[in-house]
């Protein structure tokens, strides 16, 4: 293993500073896992938890498990291990509580670092595998480290204090989106917990009456078995009610009934018209007779 922290006058860096202390250097490479280590630093440390992944990895890719790959994101506030697609968070190893990196001389192709973790207070080691870049990617994280101290020397300390209280901050934001997000999932299943319960003790066949439907001009369809007046408009209002056949016989302006044909009767005609009607009828029969 070879130990990546140099901060030699003379040293030439391979990347800007603007580039690590305003942005990031990205790398692509494959994630072994870290395990917690005794030690902050040694070579030997890192050769052990190499070896153990190693073995651990093993085993997992004869099951059929690949290698993740990640993406890293070195400058000088720390490195960040992401998902390459979705850009999301795995680790965010803050550069202060690195103690350690080292590139493995043996396997050109493995890099690792020692980092404190923030919440159990414990080292871990972070193994990871680059073909080509095993090497760049340790030189990379002592630059950052370089500059990182320089700038803790040209202000007095504060910047690293500042740095920390950020960290401190950014972590409790962390938690609070983790607290929300199973805040919303709880009333998510409290909501659909309350709506089963409503279906379950409702009446069953119970239907929630529905408005008739209309026809193109506005108008409710004719229904000879539904009763007009029970029916509402589309203002809410009652349509007039239709007037009832009455039995009692109506007359005309002079008070008589009117003349219906299939009703009329002999004794229907007054007497004097009676009479002649009946002796134009007996005319009509001798008439007939004599021919």
Same mark, same amino acid.
């Given at each position: 293993?070879?130990?990546?922290?140099?901060?030699?006058?003379? +040293?030439?860096?391979?990347?800007?500073?603007?580039?690590?202390?305003?942005? =990031?250097?990205?790398?692509?490479? $494959? %994630? !072994?896992? &870290?395990?917690?280590?005794?030690?902050?630093?040694?070579?030997?440390?890192?050769?052990?938890?190499?070896?153990?992944?190693?073995?651990?990895?093993?085993?997992?890719?004869?099951?059929?498990?690949?290698?993740?790959?990640?993406?890293?994101?070195?400058?000088?506030?720390?490195?960040?291990?992401?998902?390459?697609?979705?850009?999301?968070?795995?680790?965010?190893?803050?550069?202060?509580?690195?103690?350690?990196?080292?590139?493995?001389?043996?396997?050109?192709?493995?890099?690792?670092?020692?980092?404190?973790?923030?919440?159990?207070?414990?080292?871990?080691?972070?193994?990871?595998?680059?073909? +080509?870049?095993?090497?760049?990617?340790?030189?990379?994280?002592?630059?950052? =480290?370089?500059?990182?101290?320089? $700038? %803790? !020397?040209? &202000?007095?300390?504060?910047?690293?204090?500042?740095?920390?209280?950020?960290?401190?901050?950014?972590?409790?934001?962390?938690?609070?989106?983790?607290?929300?997000?199973?805040?919303?999932?709880?009333?998510?299943?409290?909501?659909?917990?309350?709506?089963?319960?409503?279906?379950?003790?409702?009446?069953?066949?119970?239907?929630?009456?529905?408005?008739?439907?209309?026809?193109?001009?506005?108008?409710?369809?004719?229904?000879?078995?539904?009763?007009?007046?029970?029916?509402?408009?589309?203002?809410?209002?009652?349509?007039?009610?239709?007037?009832?056949?009455?039995?009692?016989?109506?007359?005309?302006?002079?008070?008589?009934?009117?003349?219906?044909?299939?009703?009329?009767?002999?004794?229907?005609?007054?007497?004097?018209?009676?009479?002649?009607?009946?002796?134009?009828?007996?005319?009509?029969?001798?008439?007939?007779?004599?021919?």
């Amino acid at each position: 293993m070879n130990r990546a922290f140099s901060r030699k006058k003379d +040293k030439t860096w391979m990347h800007t500073p603007e580039a690590l202390s305003k942005h =990031f250097i990205p790398y692509n490479a $494959k %994630f !072994l896992g &870290s395990t917690e280590v005794e030690q902050p630093k040694g070579t030997e440390v890192v050769r052990d938890a190499v070896r153990k992944l190693k073995f651990a990895r093993h085993i997992k890719k004869s099951e059929g498990q690949k290698i993740p790959k990640v993406e890293l994101q070195i400058s000088i506030y720390g490195v960040k291990i992401l998902e390459p697609k979705t850009k999301e968070v795995q680790h965010n190893c803050q550069l202060h509580r690195i103690s350690f990196c080292a590139d493995d001389k043996t396997d050109k192709r493995i890099f690792t670092f020692i980092c404190k973790d923030s919440e159990s207070n414990k080292h871990l080691c972070y193994v990871f595998d680059s073909e +080509k870049c095993a090497e760049e990617i340790t030189l990379t994280i002592g630059q950052a =480290f370089d500059l990182a101290y320089r $700038k %803790f !020397l040209e &202000s007095g300390g504060k910047d690293v204090e500042t740095r920390k209280q950020i960290a401190g901050l950014q972590k409790r934001i962390q938690d609070l989106e983790t607290e929300n997000m199973e805040l919303k999932n709880k009333v998510q299943d409290l909501e659909n917990q309350l709506r089963i319960t409503q279906v379950s003790t409702s009446p069953a066949g119970s239907m929630t009456p529905r408005s008739p439907s209309t026809d193109i001009f506005d108008m409710i369809p004719f229904s000879p078995i539904s009763h007009q007046s029970s029916m509402p408009t589309r203002n809410g209002t009652q349509p007039p009610p239709v007037p009832s056949r009455s039995t009692e016989i109506k007359r005309d302006l002079f008070g008589a009934e009117p003349f219906d044909p299939f009703n009329c009767g002999a004794a229907d005609f007054p007497p004097d018209i009676q009479s002649k009607l009946d002796e134009m009828q007996r005319q009509r029969w001798r008439g007939s007779k004599w021919d």
